[in-house]
C-alpha cells in the first residue's frame, strides 16, 4: 500500500490536504487509492494517484443521476488493481459549479467539483454582453468560489482609455469581483492572474471563442490545449475543448479548462443572483413592502434610486430577469412554490387591473 508521506508528495500539488486525508481514511482502511479526476469521459475516468494516472470506470458511482456522476475535480476512492479499475465513491464536494440543463426537467449539471476559483473568460474581440457576465457570476458565486473576471485578448484594444472604459463597466457590474484585463499574445495582465489562480483550483469559463484555451496555455507555459481561431463574423469559436481538463500550473494551483458554454442556464442560484446584485438587495431593504416587485409600488427604494440615476435601468432589468428564471427553475421540483408563483401572479394581476379601473373612473 501507497505510504501517507508518498499520497502527499504526490497529490499535494493537486489540492490534497489534511481535511481531504481524513476525509479519505474510511476509504484507506479499505485499501483503496486516493486520487483526483482530471478528466471524464463516456463513464470513464483519468485519476491522478500516488501510484501515477490510471483510467477507471465510474459505473459504480450513481451514473443516472446528473449531480451525483463523478466530475473533474472530484476527489475519489479508486481501486488499487483489477481491469478494469472502479471508482468506488467519491469524496463529498467543498464546492460544485452547476447549471441547469437543457433538458424540459431542468435538472442540474455539475461542470466542476472542489473548486476555489471560477474564472469567468469574456473576450473584447466582441462587444461586451454585461447580461452575459451577470448570469455566469450567478452560477460562480452560488458555486462557493470566488468569481473573477479575465477580459482576454486585450491587445486588439489599442486605445489605453477605451480599455480602462471597458474595464470600469465590468468592475461595476460585478462588485467584488477581481476584473483583469490580459492578453495571452502580449503577456499583459498573465502575472496578476497567476496571482490570482496560484493557490487552491480555478475552473476556467466562458463561450466558444472567448480565448479560454489559448489563455490556459500561457498560465501553463506550453501549448497542452489545442487552439482555433474564432470565426471574424461574430467572434464565435468551435468547442476546441470537449471534455473538461484538469491541469497542475507550474508555479502552483490547479487550473479545470471546460469547454465553451453556449447556455448558462441557472439552477437553485438565488443567493449567488443576490451577490450579483448586491446593491439592488440593499436597496431592496429599504423598500415600504418586503415584497416590492420594484415595478411600481409606492416607497420603492430600488425605483427611487432608478429615477435618480444612481441604478442603472440595465442592472434592474437583468436581476428582475435572472430572479425571475431561478424561480421558474426553482418552482418546476417545487410543487408549493409552483402555487406561491400562481396566487402572486394573480394578486398582482388584481392589483394591476384594480389601478387602471382607479385611473379609468378618475377620467370619466
Not at 477580459?151 to 462588485?175: I, M, R, S
Request: proline share 4%; hydrophobic share 40%.
Amino acid at each position: 500500500m501507497t505510504s501517507s508521506s508518498a499520497v502527499y508528495s504526490a497529490l499535494t500539488p493537486y489540492g490534497w490536504d489534511d481535511d481531504w486525508a481524513d476525509a479519505f481514511a474510511p476509504y484507506a482502511r479499505e485499501g483503496l487509492l486516493p486520487g483526483r479526476v482530471v478528466r471524464v469521459d463516456r463513464g470513464q475516468c483519468d485519476v491522478v494517484t500516488a501510484d501515477g494516472a490510471v483510467r477507471a470506470d465510474t459505473a459504480f458511482v450513481t451514473p443516472h443521476d446528473p449531480m451525483r456522476v463523478v466530475c473533474t475535480g472530484d476527489w475519489v476512492a479508486v481501486e488499487a488493481g483489477g481491469n478494469p479499475r472502479y471508482v468506488r465513491a467519491y469524496l463529498p464536494r467543498r464546492t460544485a459549479f452547476v447549471r441547469s440543463t437543457s433538458s424540459k426537467r431542468s435538472d442540474g449539471q455539475i461542470l466542476a467539483a472542489n473548486v476555489d476559483h471560477a474564472v469567468v473568460a469574456v473576450s473584447l474581440a466582441v462587444e461586451l454582453d454585461l447580461g452575459r457576465v451577470e448570469r455566469f457570476l450567478a452560477l460562480a458565486w452560488e458555486s462557493g468560489a470566488q468569481p473573477v473576471v479575465v477580459l482576454t485578448k486585450a491587445d486588439l484594444v489599442t486605445d489605453p482609455v477605451t480599455l480602462a472604459h471597458l474595464v470600469q463597466d465590468v468592475e461595476n457590474t460585478a462588485p467584488g469581483v477581481p476584473v483583469v484585463a490580459a492578453s495571452a499574445h502580449c503577456g499583459d495582465g498573465l502575472d496578476i492572474l497567476r496571482a490570482l489562480v496560484g493557490n487552491g483550483t480555478s475552473v476556467l469559463l466562458g463561450q466558444s471563442g472567448a480565448g479560454k484555451s489559448t489563455l490556459a496555455n500561457a498560465l501553463i507555459g506550453e501549448d497542452v490545449m489545442d487552439v482555433r481561431a474564432a470565426r471574424d463574423v461574430d467572434g464565435k469559436g468551435r468547442h476546441t475543448t470537449t471534455t473538461r481538463n484538469l491541469l497542475a500550473l507550474p508555479g502552483g494551483g490547479v487550473l479545470i479548462d471546460t469547454p465553451g458554454l453556449r447556455g448558462v442556464g441557472l439552477y437553485d442560484a438565488e443567493s449567488g443572483v443576490g451577490q450579483v446584485f448586491a446593491e439592488i438587495e440593499e436597496l431592496a431593504e429599504r423598500c415600504r413592502f418586503h415584497d416590492c416587485a420594484h415595478e411600481s409600488e409606492p416607497g420603492c427604494a430600488v425605483r427611487a434610486a432608478v429615477d435618480g440615476g444612481e441604478l442603472p435601468v440595465r442592472r434592474l432589468e437583468s436581476y428582475r430577469k435572472l430572479i425571475r428564471e431561478n424561480q421558474w427553475i426553482v418552482a418546476k421540483t417545487d410543487a408549493r412554490l409552483r402555487a406561491e408563483i400562481r396566487r402572486d401572479w394573480k394578486r398582482k394581476g388584481a392589483e394591476g387591473r384594480a389601478a387602471m379601473q382607479a385611473k379609468q373612473g378618475r377620467w370619466t
